[in-house]
C-alpha cells in the first residue's frame, strides 16, 4: 500500500513538474521568450481573457538580467531592465464596429540590438472577451477582413 502511494505521488509531482514552466531566480531575455512560448501552447480558441491571462503567468512586470562578462567575481549577472507581461495590449474598431482587443507576449528575437519590436511579439486576438486567434498570421487576415491598420513598431 505504502508503495503505490509513493508511486501515486512521485507521479503527480512529475507530471506538474512536465507540465509548468518557471523562471529562474535571475531571469534573462530569452527566459520569457522560452516561458511565453510554452505557455502559448496552452491557449484554445474560446478561453477567455481572465484564462488566457492565468496561463500566461498573470500580468506582471518581471525585472531581467545580463550576463556581464566584464564584472568582477562569481556573480556576473546584473540588473539590465524590465518586461511587461503582456508586452503591450491594443484596442481596434474594425469596418462593422466590432472591438477587438489584442495582448501581445513576447517571444521571438530578430536582432540583438536590446530592444523589443513588435514583429518580436505574438498576438493574443480577443472579441467580446473571448480568444478567437493567436499568432502573426490570424492577425494579419483579421485585420484585412476588420480594415484596421497593423502598426509593426
Given at each position: 500500500m505504502k508503495n503505490i502511494f509513493l508511486i501515486i505521488l512521485i507521479q503527480l509531482f512529475l507530471f506538474n513538474n512536465l507540465n509548468s514552466q518557471t523562471?529562474?531566480?535571475?531571469?534573462?531575455?530569452?527566459?520569457?521568450?522560452?516561458?511565453?512560448?510554452?505557455?502559448?501552447?496552452?491557449v484554445n480558441i474560446g478561453d477567455s481573457k481572465n484564462q488566457v491571462i492565468d496561463v500566461m503567468g498573470g500580468v506582471k512586470v518581471y525585472q531581467y538580467y545580463e550576463y556581464d562578462w566584464y564584472k568582477p567575481g562569481f556573480n556576473k549577472y546584473t540588473k539590465s531592465g524590465t518586461l511587461s507581461n503582456p508586452y503591450s495590449r491594443d484596442l481596434k474598431v474594425g469596418k462593422d464596429s466590432t472591438v477587438s482587443e489584442i495582448l501581445w507576449y513576447y517571444t521571438d528575437i530578430k536582432s540583438k540590438d536590446g530592444s523589443i519590436r513588435k514583429d518580436e511579439l505574438t498576438p493574443i486576438i480577443f472579441e467580446k472577451g473571448v480568444v478567437i486567434g493567436l499568432g502573426w498570421g490570424f492577425y494579419e487576415d483579421y485585420a484585412k477582413r476588420k480594415e484596421f491598420t497593423i502598426n509593426v513598431q
Open positions: 523562471l529562474p531566480k535571475k531571469p534573462k531575455l530569452e527566459d520569457f521568450r522560452s516561458l511565453n512560448q510554452t505557455n502559448l501552447m496552452k
